[in-house]
């Protein structure tokens, strides 16, 4: 459980965790191959989020699921991206959290993930919370904490315990 004292410092900044969906590159699950792969050239990303035409979020496309269906034995084919539609090799099994999400919870999650789809209670996107935008709060706690509260190391005896 984290401190109420660090939690409280933290969320000064929960402003910053939620990038807004309108501000995140994403493909429609009918978009082509094709197409998502040149988006995700020219964003530089290695995931994106799919969305469906009501902004109802449905998976996670990466590069490697692009990738995968342009190798051939002993060569690259483009044909496939312009055949496929994302639909076609999206990861539908994605960690997602619920808009509000708990911080706690999210701080786990992050561990492992480089950002989070939040999503409403009806499945619509609504954007993302980011492990950067997460250390960049956790960065301002840490040069600020001992201006609201006053740290003493323990005792020995007490830390071994």
Do not use: W
Not at 44 to 69: A, C, Q, R
Not at 135 to 153: G, L
Request: proline share 4%; net charge negative.
């Amino acid at each position: 459980m984290i401190s109420d004292a660090f939690q409280n410092l933290l969320l000064e900044n929960k402003e910053h965790f939620l990038i807004p969906g309108e501000m995140v590159a994403s493909v429609q699950e009918n978009n082509s191959l094709e197409h998502a792969f040149i988006l995700l050239t020219t964003v530089k990303y290695s995931s994106i989020p799919v969305l469906d035409n009501h902004s109802k979020f449905k998976g996670m496309l990466t590069m490697p699921l692009i990738t995968e269906t342009m190798l051939g034995l002993d060569h690259l084919s483009f044909d496939n991206l312009r055949k496929m539609t994302v639909q076609d090799v999206m990861q539908k099994d994605v960690v997602t959290i619920k808009d509000p999400y708990d911080i706690e919870e999210t701080l786990h999650l992050l561990v492992d993930h480089p950002y989070l789809p939040v999503l409403s209670d009806d499945g619509e996107f609504t954007g993302i919370v980011t492990r950067r935008e997460m250390m960049k709060s956790f960065n301002r706690v840490a040069h600020n904490i001992e201006k609201e509260y006053k740290i003493e190391a323990l005792p020995i005896e007490k830390q071994q315990n």
